[in-house]
Nanobody
């Protein structure tokens, strides 16, 4: 059984930092894309940052470039998202997701085919 478990969300003031963690079990990062997505109720899901393969350069959406950093520890099957200089518009539920590199596709600037999703962790940034 594949499980993705996120942690690290919380309430922070604008300008502050949080570090999200996602521990994966039942899959390996060798053959899966892995990354972070976020969603606000009533709005479309956003791709935040991800590795499309083991050796890929990470993707960042424009609004988080220079502020967020994704990293991973393959030995621990853990992916992280360091979020600095947080803004109120970063408020969302953040989800960790993974998908086989053979199944993912890219369309209109987004990644599709992430088969496995965590339950999410809420990040709230106050102004």
């Amino acid at each position: 059984e594949v499980q993705l478990v996120e942690s690290g969300g919380g309430l922070v003031q604008a300008g502050g930092s949080l570090r999200l963690s996602c521990v994966a079990s039942g899959i390996t990062f060798d053959d899966h894309a892995i990354g972070w997505f976020r969603q606000v109720p009533g709005k479309e899901r956003e791709d935040v940052s991800y590795f499309s393969s083991r050796d890929s350069t990470p993707y960042y959406r424009d609004s988080v470039k220079g502020r967020f950093t994704i990293s991973r520890d393959n030995a621990k099957n853990t992916v992280y998202l360091q979020m600095n200089s947080l803004k109120p518009e970063d408020t969302a539920t953040y989800y960790c997701a993974a998908g086989s590199v053979d199944s993912i596709i890219f369309m209109a600037g987004r990644i599709f085919g992430m088969e496995y999703w965590g339950k999410g962790t809420l990040v709230t940034v106050s102004s």
